[in-house]
C-alpha cells in the first residue's frame, strides 16, 4: 500500500507536512535533512524539485531554489538521493514540483523514478486536473503515485468540489491568496469556514504563511494538518553547518 494511505489511514488530523527544496543549502544536504525530519516525526515531507520559474513561491523558496540549481541539483541526482535513503525513511516524500519540469523529463520515466525511489506522491500546481484525469491518471496509478491538488480563495464552490473529488493524495488548501513565505499567518477565515462547511471526503492541509506552533494549530482548527514551507527553510538557511540540531530544535517549537 502507498505511504500516503498508510498514513491516512491510521492518522488522520493534527498532521504536520515540512517542505524543503532539493538541493539547499548545499546538494548533499537534502538525504541528511529527509533522514532528520523523519527522526523527528513528521509525517509527510515534501521536496521541491528547484525550478526557475516557479508560479506559486515566495522569494524564500524562489531563493532556495536559485541556490539549489546552482549547487547542481537535477531530477537525476535527486533521484539517485531518494534511493539511497529509501529504505531510511518512514514518512511518505511527495515530490512538488511544475507540470513542464515532469514533461520535459518524460512522464513515465518520471513516475517509474519515483516508484523505484520511493515517492509516494507529487503536487503540481499547474497541471490542471482535467488533464490528469484525461491523460495521465492510468500512468499515474500504475506506478503508485497519489496526485495532490490546490484550492485557493478564488476556487469556485463546483471546482473545489471537483478537485477534491479528482485528488488520490491530499487536498492542499491555499490559505490566502498570495504566494507562499509570509512571515506571519494571513488565513482566509471565511475561505477557511467555507472548506470546512463542503465537508471534504479527502485528507486536506493548509500550507502558506505557516511558522509557529500557534499557526500550526490553527490550522489544524480547520484541516487535517498544516504545512510549512518557507519558515522551515529559514530555519536552514540559518544552521550555519548545525542541520540536525537546527530541525530538531524547530520541530519540538511546533509541539
Not at 532528520?36 to 521536496?47: A, M, T
Not at 525550478?51 to 515566495?58: I, R
Not at 487536498?171 to 465537508?199: C, H, M, P, R, W
Not at 530555519?235 to 540536525?244: F, R
Request: hydrophobic letters at 35%; a negative charge.
Amino acid at each position: 500500500m502507498n505511504k500516503l494511505e498508510q498514513l491516512f489511514n491510521h492518522k488522520n488530523k493534527n498532521l504536520i507536512t515540512i517542505y524543503t527544496t532539493a538541493g539547499y543549502p548545499n546538494l548533499l544536504d537534502t538525504p541528511v535533512i529527509l533522514k532528520e525530519l523523519d527522526k523527528n516525526n513528521i509525517d509527510i515531507i515534501e521536496v521541491g524539485i528547484p525550478y526557475s520559474d516557479p508560479l506559486a513561491d515566495g522569494p524564500t523558496i524562489q531563493e532556495t531554489s536559485e541556490k539549489a540549481l546552482a549547487n547542481g541539483m537535477t531530477l537525476d541526482i535527486l533521484f539517485e538521493q531518494l534511493n539511497a535513503v529509501k529504505g531510511e525513511i518512514s514518512a511518505p516524500i511527495v515530490l512538488m514540483g511544475y507540470y513542464n519540469q515532469v514533461m520535459t523529463f518524460g512522464l513515465e520515466k518520471f513516475l517509474q523514478n519515483c516508484e523505484t525511489s520511493g515517492v509516494s506522491g507529487l503536487i503540481l500546481p499547474d497541471m490542471p486536473y482535467e488533464i490528469y484525469l484525461t491523460q495521465h491518471k492510468l500512468l499515474f496509478e500504475k506506478y503508485n503515485q497519489k496526485v495532490t491538488f490546490l484550492i485557493t480563495p478564488l476556487t469556485s464552490e463546483k471546482r473545489i468540489k471537483e478537485i477534491n473529488d479528482a485528488t488520490s493524495g491530499f487536498v492542499y488548501i491555499v490559505s490566502s491568496s498570495a504566494t507562499t513565505g509570509a512571515a506571519t499567518s494571513n488565513y482566509n477565515e471565511e475561505f477557511l469556514e467555507k472548506i470546512q462547511s463542503l465537508g471534504l471526503t479527502k485528507p486536506h492541509q493548509i500550507g502558506f504563511g505557516i511558522s509557529t506552533k500557534e499557526d500550526v494549530k490553527k490550522a489544524w482548527s480547520y484541516a487535517n494538518g498544516a504545512i510549512i514551507g518557507s519558515a522551515f527553510l529559514r530555519v536552514l538557511k540559518q544552521a550555519n553547518g548545525n542541520i540536525s540540531q537546527s530541525i530538531k530544535s524547530y520541530i519540538d517549537s511546533l509541539k
